[in-house]
């Protein structure tokens, strides 16, 4: 399975980008995505997810109301729209992928596929 992330970028705090992750290898309508990040020196951390159809979204309390995932099943794309951005938000993004949702699924060692991951930086 691959995972390929872009759409990251520098952008100033308050703005907006939208991230995107193409899946290949596997039926991609049968994967649970998750987008986690990691700034310097930081454990990877969960931003959120979206269960197979969509239907269910869950996210981290510090991007709750200003982050979005949201998936296309046909495009084999998961998207990540980042609102409000904040300085904080500096990191590096990744795609995630695994065939079910995990009772921890905020840990990103229960995801099976990564993308390589895309920068995100937020100027004050």
């Known amino acids: 399975v691959q995972l390929v992330e872009s759409g990251g970028g520098l952008v100033q705090a308050g703005g907006s980008l939208r991230l995107s992750c193409v899946v290949s290898?596997?039926?991609?309508?049968?994967?649970?995505m998750g987008w986690f990040r990691q700034a310097p020196g930081k454990e990877r951390e969960f931003v959120g997810l979206?269960?197979?159809?969509?239907?269910?979204?869950y996210y981290a309390d510090s991007v709750k109301g200003r982050f979005t995932i949201s998936r296309d099943n046909v495009k084999k794309t998961v998207y990540l729209q980042m609102n409000s951005l904040k300085p904080e938000d500096t990191a590096v993004y990744y795609c995630?992928?695994?065939?079910?949702?995990?009772?921890?699924?905020?840990?990103?060692?229960?995801?099976?596929?990564w993308g390589q991951g895309t920068q995100v930086t937020v100027s004050s």
């Open positions: 290898g596997r039926p991609f309508s049968n994967l649970v």
């Open positions: 979206i269960n197979w159809s969509g239907a269910n979204t």
């Open positions: 995630a992928a695994d065939p079910s949702i995990r009772t921890r699924f905020s840990d990103p060692t229960e995801y099976d596929y």
